[in-house]
């Protein structure tokens, strides 16, 4: 059974850079051909955003809003997923989710628990 | 891209069934079948409940339907339990190959 855990720092400070990781076990990242993986992130009681995903060919797909801040890779020799995200603000703050769709495209089947980053000084 | 849109709320009595619509346009949620269907409780994970607009994956219940008519989608739920009362969220593929999600739904099991 595939899993999923996310990483990073809880606290970041306005205008930094946020650099979070999902650890994948129970199968491969490579071996993944044919998905996509991805970020999702819910700031404190509101709804679901989509960040962006990659394909298992390295393409990558970002939302309109944040695609000037945000970059999306995988490290296969490691089996993680990472997401980088520059000159955070207060509006960043959220959980941020990994994961990995299931069946076709957008139907994101695994998650991982979800890690909650605060921006503030 | 602009959110799909979802009621803030619905709710139903303990065996009868509700209906939460998604509606987006020709661009995202008519334009494509890729529209799936998540369940959130507090402090938990999504789970996907319905993908491909119809289709339930293993061990989600089949009082769980989907459906979709134009740019507005539907998940059902019938006879419904105290357990259901979660948020739900549908989202959808888009013509810029992104994805989109609602604003999501409370639903109450009176």
């Known amino acids: 059974q595939l899993q999923l855990q996310e990483s990073g720092p809880g606290l970041v400070k306005p205008s930094e850079t946020l650099s979070l990781t999902c650890t994948v076990s129970g199968g491969s990242i490579s071996s993944s051909s044919g998905y996509y993986w991805g970020w999702i992130r819910q700031p404190p009681g509101k709804g679901l955003e989509w960040i962006g995903s990659?394909?298992?060919?390295?393409?990558?797909y970002y939302n309109p809003s944040l695609k000037s801040r945000v970059t999306i890779s995988v490290d296969t020799s490691k089996n993680q997923l990472s997401l980088k995200l520059t000159s955070e603000t207060a509006a960043d703050t959220a959980v941020y989710y990994c994961?990995?769709?299931?069946?076709?495209?957008?139907?994101?089947?695994?998650w991982g628990q979800g890690t909650l980053v605060t921006v503030s000084s | 891209q602009s959110a799909l849109t979802q009621p803030a709320s619905v709710s139903g009595s303990p065996g009868q069934s509700i209906t939460i619509s998604c509606t987006g346009t020709?661009?995202?949620?008519?334009?494509?079948?890729?529209v799936s269907w998540y369940q959130q409780h507090p402090g938990k994970a999504p789970r996907l409940m319905i993908y491909d607009v119809t289709n339930r994956p293993s061990g989600v219940s089949n009082r769980f339907s989907g459906s979709k008519s134009g740019n507005t989608a539907s998940l059902t739920i019938s006879g419904l339990q105290a357990e259901d009362e979660a948020d739900y969220y549908c989202s959808s593929y888009t013509s810029s190959s992104t994805v989109v999600f609602g604003g999501g739904t409370k639903l109450t099991v009176l």
């Open positions: 994961a990995r769709q299931g069946y076709s495209i957008g139907s994101w089947y695994y």
């Open positions: 020709s661009s995202d949620v008519g334009g494509y079948y890729y």
């Open positions: 990659i394909y298992y060919s390295g393409s990558t």
